[in-house]
Nanobody, 119 residues
Framework: QVQLVESGGGLVQPGGSLRLSCASS????????WNWYRQVPGNQRELVAGITSGASTNYPDSVKGRFTISRDITKNIVYLQMNSLKPEDTAVYYCNAPVIGTERVRFPWGKGTLVTVSS
């Protein structure tokens, strides 16, 4: 079964940066779109970045210009570079590959990585 392992979270001051990583064991990694999501307890999971198999990227307005998604297809890793972090970015961050055209994702959710933005 494919496992997703997120890492790189931590405590950072407002204005700081973090780089998150998501490692996948799936051999088809390079053919999928990959997304980063975040979730605050009690809220729905929200999309924060996406990268297609052709390396096109998309971001919601809330993170555009501050977050950058990238991938290394030789290592099966998706990255999320987060700059100019704000307290409202505090959440557990997850990655997954969406099933295009649906609300579903391809793989079981990993444990996520906690990002806390606080002074």
């Amino acid at each position: 079964q494919v496992q997703l392992v997120e890492s790189g979270g931590g405590l950072v001051q407002p204005g700081g940066s973090l780089r998150l990583s998501c490692a996948s064991s799936d051999s088809m990694f390079r053919f999928y779109t990959w997304n980063w999501y975040r979730q605050v307890p009690g809220n729905q999971r929200e999309l924060v970045a996406g990268i297609t198999s052709g390396a096109s990227t998309n971001y919601p307005d809330s993170v555009k210009g501050r977050f950058t998604i990238s991938r290394d297809i030789t290592k099966n890793i998706v990255y999320l570079q987060m700059n100019s972090l704000k307290p409202e970015d505090t959440a557990v961050y997850y990655c997954n590959a969406p099933v295009i055209g649906t609300e579903r994702v391809r793989f079981p959710w990993g444990k996520g990585t906690l990002v806390t933005v606080s002074s």
